[in-house]
């Protein structure tokens, strides 16, 4: 068989195909060439998904009729030196330059290029089909660059039958416009089309957080913590949301290295393991990093799309993330989200049909479907016994006068506890004086519990609901994760070391990390080229298939260059045990105990959240509360 050379329109076109996928991998090239030609007004139109427009127009330094027809060619860049004596590849400082994207855009649509430098008389056009480049020719034209691609995937026809529908392509340029606005806030963005609603981010210069709550919503801004961090001169900055701010699913993580965008599994690995305990199983944190690092210290030539890289040091890159993370959580991260505040809100306003009060009252916060309308707040006729599941009461002596709304709280009376738990109706406790103190603490002074498992706490500009069982779980948890990381674990010694074949490369990535599991009760030997033995593993987790572990770990070193699973899965026990030794649901507490509570919350790390990531306190200001009653 005869080799041949391969025709440059099929060359592109293969090309082509690692570098645009779909419409919005086209989108993202030409607006990162914009940005590096130093465009401060980017704005993109589109139509059928982008497959039969895309159009992005720039105020850039623009191109002359020379650069305009090399811009075209493959491999042709301003973004690259060319000195023989240096390795360009090593300072790679813009997001373009490979060179690829317009030729492998003009191979297989309809691309016209019009630019014109800010010092030159004229604009100046250039169009490609189909692979087939035309002329450079005289155009009308403002300063900078408008490129059109019309009919995506026109000249390569099954690539059109992977395409997904309109409105989700279009949605796939929308996250990618998103994405490149975070990392440049000082750039104006304005996306519209007839395939979709406009979506206009303006400059926000400096402010980083202002542009990250354009794009994430204005409620990032009251639950995110700011992050700066910096490793051997590996500096990661950026914003990571408390972990009761959450959400469905991972798109509402974002990672920048040196400006870029990329999707990295090393990064997003390093943010779940920052967030382990602390989200819920199915949800996802709400983080925004930057890593600024030395170009030569990552490689962004890993794929033709630029959207992997490699940093040469992944275990520090990946140390850095998780420590700074934990750290800006244990310093600022036990707070309840605004939005579990708001939601609250919602369900409170008369007409809400969330299952919450609506129009009917029901005492355990669902709508009790009644026709008539609900008592005032606190109130009832005199004599009236309240239903079985009352838990709590008001001193409603009829001769005691009205002194506002803050008498009332001053009154709230714990309930006397019967020999089946339950609280009494005719024995109420001695109302509960409200302390001097309650201002003076984050979590307030508690007040009362609600059906024997929520305390309420007021604060000094509002209250807090308390769920006692997550809360002491979590209480409990951290105790025992103190243990965990104190000393060196229990373990079981094996009466016959358990021998467990595995690659050489495996045997020997296990064994690098032999003193770190040995500190975790899991003693490891190396026996031959390809095994080893297992001589001890930890106390904990009693009968454990322990080849299947180590192999897990293995595999896991392998791909992420730790051995977390071990840990994760000695602190899982350790959170079982917590849930069932910590206070249960339906345990009536005194008001002694319920202060002890909220003052070891305000004084443990992570106490805004139980083991199994749920919010463990939901926290009302005053002047929510007043808006309910139409007071602001």
């Known amino acids: 068989m005869t080799i041949k050379q391969l025709p440059e329109t099929l060359i592109n076109q293969i090309a082509a195909g690692e570098v645009i996928e779909r419409p919005a991998s086209a989108a993202k090239e030409l607006i990162e060439n914009a940005i590096d030609a130093g465009a401060t007004r980017i704005e993109i139109a589109t139509a059928g998904g982008g497959k039969a427009l895309l159009r992005i127009t720039d105020n850039g330094c623009g191109m002359s009729d020379q650069d305009l027809a090399l811009a075209v ?41 019009t630019s014109r430098r800010a010092d030159s008389a004229s604009a100046y056009q250039i169009a490609i089909e189909g692979g087939k480049v035309g002329e450079v020719r005289p155009a009308p034209g403002n300063p900078g660059t408008v490129v059109e691609v019309r009919d995506l995937f026109f000249a390569t026809p099954a690539r059109l ?24 806030p000082q750039i104006r963005f304005v996306l519209s089309g007839s395939d979709r609603s406009t979506l206009e981010l303006p400059s926000t210069g400096d402010d980083h957080l202002a542009r990250i709550a ?34 469905g699913n991972s798109a509402h993580q974002y990672a920048f290295v040196n400006g870029r965008p990329v999707q990295d599994k090393l990064i997003l690995s390093a943010i779940r393991g920052a967030y382990a305990e602390t989200v819920p199983h199915g949800r996802y944190p709400v983080a925004v990093l930057s890593l600024t690092v030395d170009p030569a210290l990552v490689d962004v030539n890993v794929h033709p799309a630029k959207s992997d890289v490699r940093f040469r040091d992944p275990g520090l890159v990946r140390g850095l993330i998780v420590g700074a993370v934990r750290q800006a959580l244990a310093r600022e991260g036990d707070r309840a989200s605004t939005a579990g505040a708001g939601a609250m809100l919602r369900a409170f306003r008369p007409g809400f049909g969330g299952g919450g009060f609506a129009d009917g009252f ?23 016994r309240p239903g079985p599941s009352a838990d709590w009461s008001f001193d409603r002596s009829p001769n005691r006068p009205l002194e506002g709304g ?39 002074a508690a007040r009362a519990q609600v059906h024997a498992n929520y305390i309420v706490a007021q604060t000094g500009d509002g209250l807090v609901i308390v769920d006692q069982h997550a809360a002491h779980e979590r209480l409990v948890f951290e105790d025992m994760r103190k243990a965990l990381t104190g000393r060196r674990l229990p373990s079981q010694g094996l009466l016959i070391p ?83 030794g910590s206070v249960r649901s339906g345990r009536l507490l005194r008001v002694e105990e319920m202060n002890a509570l909220l003052r070891k919350m305000e004084d443990t790390p992570g106490s805004g959240q139980c ?12 002047s929510d509360i007043e808006r309910l009653f139409g007071r602001s």
């Open 214 to 247: 354009q794009v994430l919503g204005a409620e990032f801004r009251d639950n995110a913590i700011a992050l700066d961090a910096e490793r051997e001169d590996v500096h990661l900055g950026g914003f990571a949301g408390i972990p009761t701010f959450n959400r």
């Open 406 to 444: 803050q008498a009332r709280f001053d009154t709230l009376a714990m309930p006397a506890a019967r020999a089946d738990g339950h609280a009494t109706v005719s024995e109420i406790a001695e109302p509960v004086a409200v302390p001097t103190e309650s201002g003076a603490f984050r979590l307030g």
């Open 498 to 580: 358990e021998i467990i074949s595995l690659p050489e490369e495996d045997c020997d990535r296990l064994m690098e990390h032999a003193e770190a599991l040995d500190r975790l009760g899991l003693a490891i030997e190396r026996f031959g080229p390809g095994a080893v033995a297992v001589r001890e593993t930890p106390a904990m987790l009693g009968e454990v298939d322990v080849s299947g572990l180590v192999r897990q770990l293995a595999d896991e070193i392998a791909e992420w260059q730790t051995a977390d699973s071990l840990f994760a899965r000695l602190e899982h026990v350790a959170a079982t045990m917590a849930c069932h």
């Open 73 to 113: 060619r493959r491999h042709c860049t301003s973004k690259l030196s060319a000195a023989l004596d240096s390795n360009p590849l090593m300072d790679i400082k813009s997001l373009g330059f490979r060179g690829e994207a317009l030729p492998s855009i003009g191979s297989v649509a309809r691309l016209s290029i």
């Open 161 to 184: 039958k992977f395409l997904k529908t309109e409105r989700a392509e279009a949605a796939a340029i929308t996250e990618m416009v998103k994405r490149l606005a975070i990392a440049f």
């Open 611 to 622: 083991n199994h990531g749920r919010p463990t306190y939901i926290e009302l200001k005053l």
């Open 362 to 384: 029901s005492e355990r916060g669902g709508s009790s479907g009644a026709s008539h309308p609900a008592p005032p707040y606190g109130a009832r006729p005199y004599g009236a």
